[in-house]
């Protein structure tokens, strides 16, 4: 397969970053490694902690960027501390918006209109389909997950890909 220098580009610099600063599996955002993206700006997002201890983890869109079929197989949380998930789903993205993240489970309806057409992982993403990524989060007391990965499969080939997000649970954001 032969790529455009652009992509050529791309997978230099991804070695020349992880040549000076990648340490196995422990970084935040893993390269993108095939044909499913997930998320956007590297970031961080608290959310004030709640008594039931869930949370709505929605704050990034997946996109299959190919002709075919991707089969996502699993979904699992990076780092996790004293944070666990309890279900991942991929929802619809209604009018460009995305859940985003929230105290409290499910996310409340008035906001999250792909909420009610989610389907849970493993599930197809359709060529060139963008998804809403929903994790169902439990935490109890302070909590932090450094990122969430995702394992795929793409023309037979299981490859993940992590997002750039960041979550904090605290009693308090500013």
């Given at each position: 397969m032969r790529r455009s220098s652009a992509e050529a580009l791309v997978g230099i610099g991804t070695i020349l970053v992880c040549a000076v600063g990648c340490s196995g599996d422990e970084?935040?955002?893993?390269?993108?490694?095939?044909?499913?993206?997930?998320?956007?700006?590297?970031?961080?997002?608290?959310?004030?902690?709640?008594?039931?201890?869930d949370y709505t983890f929605a704050q990034d869109a997946v996109n299959n960027?190919?002709?075919?079929?991707?089969?996502?197989?699993?979904?699992?949380?990076?780092?996790p501390d004293h944070a666990s998930m309890s279900g991942v789903y991929l929802a619809p993205i209604i009018d460009k918006m995305l859940i985003g993240v929230s105290s409290g489970?499910?996310?409340?309806?008035?906001?999250?209109?792909g909420f009610a057409a989610k389907r849970p992982v493993p599930t197809r993403v359709d060529p060139h389909e963008w998804a809403n990524l929903v994790v169902h989060i439990n935490a109890q007391g302070l909590a932090t997950i450094d990122a969430v990965e995702v394992t795929y499969v793409s023309h037979g080939v299981?490859?993940?890909?992590?997002?750039?997000?960041?979550l904090m649970i605290r009693p308090k954001c500013s």
């Open positions: 970084g935040v955002a893993a390269p993108h490694d095939g044909a499913l993206r997930l998320g956007g700006d590297q970031g961080t997002v608290c959310v004030p902690a709640t008594r039931s201890g960027s190919t002709d075919a079929a991707i089969e996502v197989t699993d979904v699992s949380l990076v780092n489970w499910p996310p409340s309806a008035g906001m999250t209109p299981r490859m993940r890909v992590r997002n750039s997000t960041r």
